[in-house]
């Protein structure tokens, strides 16, 4: 169903944007199209091909993304973000306006060009906050009481993405993200747990854990989360819902920093710090039963193999990884 089509991804040059990338081009379409500004992003993370071209600016900005939806893309994936919980403490502002107002320009350039999807990559673990029971449901409504300038504005970008389908008939489906992780993350002051400990771990130094390590989080490997985002952008029940992509299962971050202390051979073991003030989710379970029925969503790889790949990346690329880390 993607056969010919030119794609749109923003953010495509970050992590999941260019899983997303890589994949796309195993399919025969005619363009990809990659809007980044590369601050979080890397253009050594994306393949080489003939068939994308990156227009280097944010989606704050109109003239990148005229030139951008000139090119008339049949399919959007808005996958740019200010990412994640502690950069949008630090910075707020700039959170409202990329996840906010780069929200809106996008699907308002989108509602223009007539495209025949938008896929809006959310957050689950931002819209329901930190005192909903689990299983997570998407039929839970979003929490009133939410912890950091990242989840509010995550979820700001929902109800844009909703308002664009009720009123102006935009074919718009959202994935719910939860603590995707795999190759092409690079570790960074704002980066997520996986990335960081492998990074420390292979420096040979102790695994940092903020809290008890007895916290869970619902780990999901990105080519699952690839494979339901392209899903969310073909299949017809999708639009005008939103899905959990999750493992559905949890997982304690001691754990994790145990098996990637086991497959680094690091022996600095871990290290405590104090849970962070905004950090009160000591529990995370996506339930992912509406994915599986809607998109076919089947999460295949499990967190003790997801973790295995991540680190074989990490070994083979580590001369670049070192080079790119942003602490």
Known sequence: MLENTTILVTGGAGFIGSNLVQELLKYDVKEVIIVDNFSSGSKWLLPESEKIE???????????????????????????????????IDHPETDLLVNGLGTLKVLEYAQIANVERVVFAGSGCSIYGHDAPLPLKEELPPSMHLDTPYQIHKLLGELYAFFFHDYYDLPVSIVRYFNVYGPG????????????????AMKGKPLPITGTGEETRDFTFVKDAVKATLKAAVIEEAIGEAFNIASGTETKIIDIANKINELTG???????????????????????????????????????????KTVEWFKRNWEFINRFARF
């Not at 900005?61 to 994936?77: G, I, M």
């Not at 962070?276 to 999460?299: I, Q």
């Open 266 to 308: 690091n022996p600095a073991g871990v290290t405590y710090k104090p849970r962070r003030d905004w950090d009160r989710s000591s529990r995370r379970r996506a339930s992912v039963e509406k994915a599986k029925k809607v998109l076919g969503y089947n999460p295949e790889t499990s967190i003790e193999k997801g973790l295995e």
């Open 185 to 200: 993350e690079l570790p960074g002051k704002y980066r997520n747990v996986i990335p960081n400990f492998i990074y420390w």
């Open 54 to 88: 990156v227009y280097q600016g944010d989606v704050l900005n109109d003239e990148v993304l005229k030139r951008a939806f000139s090119k008339r893309p049949d399919v959007v994936f808005h996958l740019a973000a200010h990412f994640a919980n502690q950069n949008s």
